[in-house]
């Protein structure tokens, strides 16, 4: 591994909730798993075969970079890009059998050209804005004519249509909902039929079981991220952040640490000194509140968070050594911060603490208790 600050994978935590994601909304309902940024900092290619095999339909991803991380890795999954991707490169798409997110006839006619030359019949899913303003086909008469439009190229394969909840409370989800649902009865109507009509997010997918359809596209709850507020499912989360003392030292009362010597020593103190700092993923908004985890003690993080370092005040903890482990946030048990105490603490959502991990930080895979894959990005 050749570094003590890494993160933890659990694998089998991840397989739990895959299981119960699909428990909770049935057979007739396909998984899109959402595995963009790196797979929510889990690493997408370390986790993309626990996830296909507990039975998920493709690996949704942001980008066309991160769909070729993953068909190199995976010859045989379905990857489906839910961004945009620019016209010049949409002949990668078609080359890999990526299936691509298409909200402009233009486009459409791109992706045709492109199947009839390679031979093949590109996927696509159309994505249709029903508020939330960001991508998609707005909701007008002229953007339904379009797609069937589309529905009729030959050599493309029109197999899904979605939207997004911004999630801006019942009725707003309501709303988007049924504007959805004329939109796609109304193309319907003039031109077959989507395989695939969804809509939900992790939050929505949990919230209005009403509304999944026919497919999902759960990211947060796989990784055991809990923001749903009216139903609830048990999910475990899958990341644990450690790594270990590499300095321990004792300074007098008044002495500073760190930059400007914001923290000063308001007794004699004993610091420990650790090597993960705001360049690994770990917030420096956690300046002056976060709290590390050192012998199952809560241990203060003091002064300012460098971005290779950090210091940590383990005055009040017996006989802390360099090389012990310390836990920066984990699953909120054995005394340990949850990722959305860390959230809280560090002004953001649990999401961003996930995805800031950054590729100097080691994945460990563990499965059945054993550490199964190491990947070191550096290396
Ligand atoms: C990121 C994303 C998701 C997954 O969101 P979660 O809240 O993590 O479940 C689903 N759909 C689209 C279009 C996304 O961009």
């Known amino acids: 591994m050749i ?53 998920a339909y493709a690996l949704a991803v942001a980008t066309l970079s991160e769909a070729l991380e993953l068909r190199h890795a995976y010859e045989e999954y379905k990857i489906f890009i839910m961004g945009y991707t620019s016209d010049e490169y949409l002949e990668f798409v078609v080359k890999h059998d990526i299936i691509q997110t298409i ?9 045709d050209r492109y199947g009839k030359l390679h031979g093949k019949k590109p996927v696509v899913h159309i994505k249709y804005d029903t508020g939330f303003n960001r991508l998609g086909y707005q909701d007008t008469a002229e953007s339904i004519a379009e797609i069937v439009q589309i529905s009729k190229l030959e050599n493309i394969r029109v197999e899904g249509i979605f939207s997004h909840f911004a999630l801006a409370g019942n009725e707003a989800n ?12 109304k193309i319907e109507s003039e031109n077959g039929h989507f395989k695939f009509k969804h809509i939900c997010d992790s939050i929505s997918a949990i919230d209005y079981p009403q509304f999944n359809l026919d497919m999902i596209r759960p990211g947060a709850i796989l990784y055991g991220m809990k923001s749903f507020r009216k139903n609830d499912i048990d999910l475990k989360p899958v990341m644990t952040f450690k790594t270990k003392i590499y300095h321990v030292k004792s300074i007098a009362e008044g002495e500073g640490v760190s930059y400007n010597y914001k923290w000063k020593a308001k007794r004699d103190s004993v610091i420990a000194t650790i090597p993960v700092g705001y360049s690994d993923g770990y917030p420096r908004t956690m300046t002056d509140v976060g709290q590390v985890t050192i012998h199952g003690r809560k241990a203060p ?74 990947v070191n990005h550096l290396l």
């Open 301 to 374: 993080v003091i002064g300012v968070i460098c971005m290779d370092q950090c210091m940590v005040d383990v005055t009040d903890i017996a006989n802390v050594q360099v090389g012990d482990e310390v836990t920066l946030y984990g699953d909120g048990k054995n005394n340990t911060l949850s990722i959305e105490e860390v959230a809280k603490l560090g002004h953001t959502n649990k999401n961003e603490i996930l995805t800031r991990i950054t590729r100097r930080t080691p994945r460990v895979y563990i499965e059945n208790g054993e550490v199964i894959n190491v």
């Open 174 to 185: 309501h709303k988007q909902f049924e504007d959805f649902m004329q939109a796609v009865q």
């Open 103 to 111: 909200f402009s006839l233009k486009q459409a006619q791109i992706l």
């Open 3 to 55: 570094r003590d600050t890494y993160v933890e994978i659990n694998l089998d935590n991840l397989k739990y909730n895959m299981k119960n994601i699909k428990e909770r909304v049935g057979e007739n309902v396909e998984i899109a798993a959402v595995v963009k940024a790196d797979g929510y900092g889990h690493g997408a290619v370390g986790i993309a075969k626990t996830i296909m095999e507990s039975g």
